[in-house]
């Protein structure tokens, strides 16, 4: 399949593209530390929040240790600085099978396709560190932007519609994390740029996924919802942000040009 034709239902569901103007800031040799560590933290959100899901919504307390004991290594890493990035790849994989809750409503196929996501974002996470290295780009905490908390803020409080809101939410963050690679990967070098185009597939299916479970455990029409939330995520996308980071919004300097 085509990138383009990859790109065309992501596309369609997102209410904006990117700005050009993100695209020129992030293109700047200056700006691809900070483009790589938060795409780095990005991975690793991603599969906590997928984790997350697993934990609170499918899973026994059992299997929910044996899902924290495969994020530990990569957590370890990041928030204590410990460990050998290197040793990261022979760390990604469950040690226990998972099995949902007796009482669970949602069961193995939201296990199954949170799995595969959690495996793919940690292994991306685990190759972005390869770049870094190659790239001689230390580690170093930043501030997070603004996208992710403006969009879970809106979640619902009681259930199952807050799950079916987060479960859009991380539909619309992997549908535009493929947007901007696809946006980036033509004006950064080509060993980044393979990298950013060979991402696409995952994170295309990982919107599809989130997508798919949130319809099926709705169980009724969320079409108002997946509206409600694709204008505020096209808001954060277009309006002004001051810090420039993978997911932010236009840059503030770009207002004053």
Not at 213 to 228: M, P, T, V, Y
Request: proline share 4%.
């Amino acid at each position: 399949m085509s990138t383009q034709s990859l790109l065309l239902p992501i596309l369609s569901f997102l209410k904006c593209e990117t700005p050009q103007a993100w695209v020129d800031e992030a293109k700047k040799k200056e700006n691809l530390d900070i483009v790589l560590i938060d795409h780095l933290i990005c991975e690793l959100k991603a599969a906590q929040s997928a984790m997350f899901l697993i934990r609170k919504y499918a899973v026994d307390k059992q299997s929910a240790n044996a899902l924290l004991a495969w994020l530990e290594p990569f957590e370890t890493l990041i928030y204590k600085r410990e460990g050998d990035w290197r040793e990261l790849p022979s760390k990604n994989k469950l040690t226990k099978s998972v099995i949902p809750r007796s009482d669970s409503k949602y069961g193995q196929d939201l296990i199954d396709k949170m799995v595969v996501l959690i495996k793919e974002e940690l292994h991306h996470f685990y190759q972005v560190l390869e770049i870094m290295d190659e790239y001689g780009v230390e580690y170093r905490s930043i501030t997070p932007c603004r996208y992710a908390k403006g969009m879970l803020r809106n979640v619902k409080t009681f259930e199952p519609d807050a799950m079916i809101d987060k479960l859009i939410v991380g539909a619309y963050i992997e549908a535009r994390s493929c947007e901007r690679f696809a946006k980036l990967a033509p004006h950064v070098d080509k060993r980044l740029g393979d990298f950013y185009i060979s991402l696409l597939r995952s994170e295309a299916r990982h919107y599809q996924d989130y997508l798919a479970l949130a319809e099926q455990i709705a169980g009724k029409d969320i079409a108002d919802r997946i509206k409600f939330f694709g204008e505020l995520e096209a808001e954060l996308i277009l309006t002004a942000d001051e810090d420039f980071k993978f997911h932010s919004g236009v840059p503030a300097c770009s207002f004053n040009d």
